[in-house]
């Protein structure tokens, strides 16, 4: 037990008090034992939740970076199509493309036949 290997018990019998100590020491490595091998335990499943969190957080980082350059890029249009918006209504038009334009109006046409036909 000195050298920490928690395997070994003392295995020589004693008599009076000597036999409850070494009973006592016997229990004490064995409960130190399964103490340890429960820290052993919580530490792997531990490192294995950090790789796992870590793992999610680099997804993460990724989306978020995706996300952005996304979100510029829509930026940008919105911006290109302010401007030309804004060109738009600044450039007088002529009156040929303008919208106001009226309809025009069908030619006058006289009678296709002057007299009524006989049939």
């Known amino acids: ?26 229990s004490t490595v064995g409960k130190l034992a399964d103490t340890m091998a429960q820290v052993t335990d919580a530490a792997a499943q531990l490192a294995l939740a950090a790789d796992q969190i870590s793992g999610a957080s680099q997804a993460l980082s990724q989306a978020t970076t995706e996300q952005a350059a996304s979100v510029e890029e829509t930026s940008a249009n919105v911006e ?3 401007a030309s918006v804004t060109q738009n209504g600044r450039t007088p038009r002529s009156p040929r493309g303008s919208r106001a334009r009226r309809p025009r109006r069908p030619p006058k046409v006289g009678p296709l036949c002057s007299r009524p036909s006989r049939r």
């Not at 037990?1 to 000597?18: I, W």
């Open 1 to 26: 037990m000195e050298q920490g290997d928690l395997t070994r018990t003392v295995t020589q019998t004693y008599c009076g008090q000597l036999e409850d100590l070494r009973l006592a020491v016997n």
């Open 80 to 82: 290109q199509m302010s």
